[in-house]
């Protein structure tokens, strides 16, 4: 059974870190680009980091430098480490992965989120 579990959300004070994580079970872990998105609502889905199943990463602009995402594919686990917490990174935040071949998008599965709150 496909299944990623996000875990590490919660409440914490405007400047504070949190890590969040991804346990990813029933698939190929290692060979799935993953994503963080954040939904707040009324709004669109955004994407947060990603990490391709070859180790590169990227951010949204607004979390360059503060957000960092890693993976660890022997625990079939991929983090985001989010330092310096503004109150607009309030959100649910999403776990995506996605197979691709030769660019196409393959298989993909979605966590069912965990709830981020920056707020003093």
């Known amino acids: 059974q496909v299944q990623l579990e996000e875990s590490g959300g919660g409440l914490v004070q405007p400047g504070g870190s949190l890590r969040l994580s991804c346990a990813a079970t029933?698939?190929?872990?290692?060979?799935?680009?993953i994503s963080w998105y954040r939904q707040t609502p009324g709004k669109e889905r955004e994407l947060v980091a990603h990490?391709?199943?070859?180790?590169?990463?990227n951010y949204a602009d607004s979390v360059n430098g503060r957000f960092t995402i890693a993976r660890d594919n022997a625990q079939n686990t991929v983090y985001l480490q989010m330092n310096s917490l503004k109150p607009e990174d309030t959100a649910v935040y999403y776990c995506y992965a996605a197979r691709y071949y030769s660019g196409l998008k393959g298989s993909n599965y979605w966590g069912q989120g965990t709830q981020v709150t920056v707020s003093s």
């Open positions: 990490i391709t199943s070859a180790g590169n990463r």
């Open positions: 029933g698939f190929m872990f290692s060979r799935y680009d």
